[in-house]
């Protein structure tokens, strides 16, 4: 009986050396442990058979043949998950650095440009891009600044030569023989355009790029973002406009803003308003940035002057309305404190990347 049980010991134990899945491992405890059906359970029974002095000795050796299999098997399974892993087909090693995947991202002036789009069309308001090149009429004389008027000095101006360009047909259409065609130096010439092709009531605001021929600096650049405000109806106040702009700071900035207005000239509004901010570096007590003053040009705007309305066509005393101008960089340099516009275009990673 002892050599029987020497000998399976020997059999089952190459059995279990040789297994290369731990599947196969099972198979083989089910061969030899299962209760009912297995080699073990059937050489027990044949125990029973013996004679009282070889029992005892044949059970120990039985039982030490179980536990050597159990100690086997969970040996095996050990060597074999240690295998897969080294098995580079199979194997993940979580040492290795990953792979950096690259995700774009939005340039801060766009990012900017859809908030403010976003809190616009919440309120209701009809959101436009506008054309970037101008004729002359469009840019200053519809808007009250007449040819040879020295209102035209307060915007610098890249003119265009129209005979070597190719410029929508429309624009060329609209431009008579000697007029200049420009780069828009301002959003104002929606306004015209917007009420020449649609009646009150409006509520209108005009995104976009504009372009000035002027030396650059930290507070200048020859291309940037405007935002124009626009909105006409029967007895629209300038407690309206103030309560707009003010709502308008408030949802942007997430905070209530601080603000104050001081009387300015804009040759299409009258009167003619421009709206400071409190500076966000020093809270107003003054600083480098507000230039000591405490306070932070935002904007220019007005009630809409009648003869404005008078150029669009529309009946004397019977509309009024207000307009506003917004520099789009200059309210994200404010809220992402940036010192310098010329950073918006410079396509500097190091800049751009930080939004
Ligand atoms: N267009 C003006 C500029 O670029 C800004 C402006 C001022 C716009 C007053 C307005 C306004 O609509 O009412 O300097």
């Known amino acids: 009986m002892l050599d029987k049980i020497k000998q399976l010991e020997k059999k089952i134990k190459e059995e279990i050396f040789s297994v290369q899945q731990s599947i196969d491992l099972l198979a083989i405890e089910k061969k030899y442990l299962a209760r009912q059906k297995g080699e073990l359970a059937q050489l027990i029974k044949r125990i029973g058979k013996l004679s009282n002095e070889e029992k005892p000795i044949a059970g120990q050796a039985f039982n030490q043949l179980k536990q050597k299999i159990n100690q086997w ?17 199979t194997a993940i090693d979580i040492t290795l650095p990953g792979k950096k995947y690259l995700l774009g991202y939005l340039h801060p002036l766009t990012r900017v440009r859809q908030q403010v789009s976003d809190i616009f069309t919440s309120m209701g308001w009809q959101v436009l891009e506008g054309k970037e090149v101008e004729t002359d009429y469009y840019n200053f004389t519809a808007l009250n600044i007449p040819f040879d008027h020295p209102a035209r000095d307060m915007w610098d101006t890249f003119y265009l030569k129209k005979d070597n360009l190719q410029f929508d047909p429309q624009l060329i259409k609209e431009t008579t023989k000697n007029e200049k065609l420009l780069l828009r ?76 207005l001081r009387p300015e000239y804009f040759p299409f509004v009258e009167p003619g308003l421009e709206m400071d901010i409190s500076c966000f570096n020093c809270h107003g007590k003054g600083c480098s940035v507000c230039e000591q003053t405490g306070w932070i040009e935002a904007l220019g705007c007005g009630m809409i002057h009648p003869r404005v309305f008078q150029e669009v066509g529309y009946p004397a005393n019977k509309y009024t309305g207000f307009a506003f101008g917004i520099g789009l960089d200059r309210l994200a340099m404010i809220k992402y404190k940036i010192n310098d516009i010329r950073w918006f275009h410079r396509g500097d990673l190091r800049f751009n990347q930080q939004f």
């Open 73 to 89: 098997l969970k040996q095996r399974q050990q060597e074999l998950e240690c295998q897969s892993t080294k098995d580079n087909s």
């Open 185 to 260: 130096t301002h959003t104002s010439p929606m306004q015209i355009r917007v009420m020449k092709s649609q009646t009150p009531p409006l509520k209108t605001v005009v995104i976009g790029k504009c372009f000035r021929h002027e030396a650059t600096d930290a507070g200048h650049e020859h291309t940037f973002y405007q935002i124009e405000g626009l909105v006409v109806d029967q007895q629209i106040s300038l407690s309206n406009l103030i309560h707009t702009l003010q709502d308008f700071l408030k949802d942007f900035f997430q905070q209530e803003i601080k603000f104050r």
